[in-house]
């Protein structure tokens, strides 16, 4: 059965309300502990990412360690000396399910939804890094099985659970600003290398790499060290360039802010892209309709050193990464990940701060650990977390189909570019499913 085919089959399926998961015949629902009882976590991937994640659920039982490095993978297991060790999640999922409550995906964009869903699937918790997808149709496939399994599920974008974005999210919503119509959002990224072609030399696979396994569903390629460690995120079989590192965190804070949903069109301006990597910059535009009472915006994307034009920034020092509300009454700068900003300054120099409103948080992993303990969901669970991810995808998108694309958001399809509807979901190599 062909992607396409398995896509139309899937958005049928959702459409009528979606079956139940089930595994010998019982619906799989993950169970709740106790709050003072420690939950039996996996972690798969245990370095970068991997080892910030497997340090802030390092609280709990950590039961297994998974990662296709044996020296990465013991060198995480002289804390946990207890962990079963693994290389490969699928085998991990297969023989040691019964003695695991949760599990956190830390492994290269590639694999965080196969890895997903199977947790998921066996009613386990998952906690993924961002983005939480490689594909636009893996998003919302990951989206769809944690509504279904009923588990709880927190994305690694934890500026989400930060004072500065929850700041940023109030100011907007209280009406700081006003009417919000235009964002600025920008990154530095990428620092690896795009708009390359693949290497043409095939060193040997070192001993301590299970190469398969690390290729995951990608297709079949030689080993070469420039893909792995980290610089996999600027290839598009393993990657998502410099959207997908820093779009979940930087987009977050508007998205959730002007309670956004799917944008109607993507436009790119790119340089450098290639059919194995993504650009050396891009610019790009989505827009979005109105929501309720709330008006049309349109949101642009720079990275690879273009940023939004100096004038905006109304003498206030740019940074690195960020994002700039452009409103009808002011404007918000808020930095990734730091304190955001009223401007004009002197106008706002007595403006009253709205009270919080915003539920609290213990911290990203601690949330997610409540909610695994108690129920309830984490504010960047799956159902916000899916679509967050979708629009930022969609920006790749834009990019390798080098047009404007119109999208049906319901449908997972491009209206005006069947080759870019094929890059909504990917072939899997064989041993791989979703």
């Not at 040691?96 to 196969?114: C, E, F, L, R, W």
């Not at 997808?133 to 927190?154: C, D, I, N, P, S």
Request: aromatic share 10%.
């Amino acid at each position: 059965m062909s992607h396409s085919t398995n896509r139309r089959n899937f958005i049928k399926s959702t459409a009528v309300g979606g079956a139940g998961l089930y595994v010998s015949g019982s619906p799989l629902f993950a169970q709740s502990k106790s709050a003072n009882e420690k939950l039996n976590v996996a972690v798969i991937g245990v370095a970068g990412r991997g080892s910030a994640n497997l340090s802030g659920v390092s609280g709990e039982n950590i039961v297994a360690l998974c990662d296709v490095d044996e020296l990465r993978l013991a060198k995480a297991a002289t804390r946990h000396g207890k962990a079963k060790k693994f290389n490969d999640y699928r085998k991990m999922l297969d023989e040691y399910a019964g003695q695991i409550d949760a599990v956190v995906v830390s492994t290269p964009d590639h694999n965080h939804a196969p890895a997903s869903v199977m947790a998921m699937k066996l009613g386990k918790h998952v906690y993924c890094e961002k983005p939480l997808a490689h594909e636009v149709f893996e998003a919302r496939v990951m989206t769809q099985v944690a509504a279904e399994t009923k588990v709880a599920t927190q994305m690694g974008n934890q500026n989400h659970s930060g004072a500065g974005y929850r700041r940023t999210v109030e100011l907007v919503q209280s009406g700081a600003i006003g009417e919000v119509r235009n964002v600025h959002t920008w990154s530095n990224r990428p620092v690896w290398p795009q708009g390359i072609g693949r290497p043409e030399d095939t060193p040997p696979v070192p001993k301590n790499i299970d190469w398969d396994v690390w290729l995951g569903p990608a297709p079949e390629r030689p080993y070469h060290s420039a893909y792995m460690p980290f610089k996999w995120r600027g290839w598009w079989d393993f990657g998502t360039g410099a959207l997908g590192d820093m779009g979940c965190h930087i987009f977050d804070p508007a998205y959730w802010a002007l309670k956004l949903t799917a944008p109607t069109t993507v436009e790119a301006q790119q340089e450098g892209k290639t059919s194995e990597t993504a650009s050396k910059w891009s610019i790009i535009r989505y827009e979005f309709p109105a929501r309720d009472t709330l008006p049309a915006v349109t949101f642009t994307w720079w990275d690879g050193g273009k940023r939004p034009p100096t004038d905006l920034f109304e003498g206030a020092t740019v940074p690195s990464n960020g994002v700039l509300f452009l409103g009808s009454k002011g404007k918000l700068l808020c930095p990734h990940g730091g304190t955001p900003q009223l401007l004009p300054k002197e106008k706002f120099a007595d403006f009253k701060q709205p009270e919080s409103f915003l539920p609290p948080t213990m911290g990203h992993h601690a949330d997610w650990i409540n909610a695994c303990k108690n129920g309830g969901q984490p504010s960047s669970n799956f159902a916000y977390a899916g679509p967050l991810t979708e629009t930022v995808l969609l920006g790749n998108l834009a990019i390798r189909a080098g047009k404007k694309i119109e999208w049906d958001s319901k449908n997972l399809k491009v209206t005006n570019s069947k080759e870019a509807t094929d890059l909504v979901q990917r072939a899997y190599r064989k041993g791989w499913t979703l």
